[in-house]
C-alpha cells in the first residue's frame, strides 16, 4: 500500500466529510483517539465528535494546500502533515490551518485517528 | 514524565541547537529517521543533517508561537506541533513556519527524531 494514496485518500475523506457530513466523522476515531484544537485537549471519539459539531459555524469548506505523510513506526502507522484555507459562510477571507493526524491501521484493513492536532495560522 | 515538559524541553533545545551549532541536530536522528522539508524527502541522520546544513542561510532565529503535544502510542512516542516564526538575516519580515516532530525515547532515557515535517506558512 503506497503511503501517499493512503494519506490522499484519508485527507480527501476526511474534509469533504468534515464539510458535508460533520456527524460522519466520529467513525474516524476510537475510544483512545486524542484531538488538541487550538490547544484544547479531547479524548475519546465521542467528545472529539462532539467538539466537532458545537464549532460555531455551521457550514465550511476545506482547500487542501499541502498534504505530506511518513511510516510513523513498526506498528504500521502513519503520520499525515496538511495545510490548507477554510473558508466560512459569510467571511471575506478564508483562514488558514495546518493539521497534523497519525492514522493506525484498523484490522479490517483501513486506517482511525489515533491523533489530530489543529492549528489556525495566523498571519 | 510530564509529555508536555518533555515536548516544551524538546522544543527549546531542537531550535536552539539549529540557531546556534546546526551540525549538532545529527545528534537528533537515528538511521530510520526520516525527514520531510518542504515536500521533499530525506532519509537518516546524515542525510538529513546535510540537507539541514545546505539550506541557503548562514544564520537563523527561531521564534517558537505554539507547542501541542500528545502521546502517539504504547510504544512510548510523543507527537510535537509547533508553529513560530523564522528570522533570517537581511529579510525584514519573519517567514512563518508549522513543523511536526514524532519522537521516539532512547534506551538511555532521552528521545530522538523519529519523523520530523516542515512546513514553511505562506500568507
Redesign the interface.
Known amino acids: 500500500m503506497d503511503p501517499n494514496a493512503v494519506a490522499k485518500a484519508f485527507v480527501e475523506h476526511y474534509y469533504s466529510t468534515f464539510d458535508t457530513n460533520r456527524g460522519g466523522l466520529a467513525n474516524l476515531y476510537q475510544d483512545g483517539s486524542?484531538l488538541?484544537f487550538e490547544?484544547q485537549?479531547f479524548q475519546g471519539a465521542q467528545n472529539i465528535a462532539a467538539k466537532l459539531a458545537s464549532l460555531p459555524f455551521q457550514q465550511c469548506q476545506h482547500t487542501i494546500t499541502?498534504v505530506?505523510c511518513?511510516?510513523?513506526?513498526?506498528?504500521g502507522?502513519m503520520?499525515v502533515?496538511v495545510?490548507g484555507n477554510l473558508q466560512l459562510a459569510g467571511e471575506q477571507h478564508a483562514l488558514?490551518f495546518?493539521q497534523?493526524f497519525?492514522l493506525?491501521p484498523t484490522p479490517q484493513g483501513s486506517f482511525y485517528v489515533?491523533?489530530d492536532?489543529f492549528?489556525l495560522?495566523y498571519?
Do not use: E, Y
Not at 511518513?70 to 506498528?75: I, M, R
Open positions: 486524542m488538541t490547544g485537549p499541502t505530506d511518513q511510516p510513523s513506526g513498526p506498528t502507522g503520520v502533515f495545510s488558514k495546518s497534523m497519525h493506525m489515533q491523533n492536532i492549528r495560522n498571519a
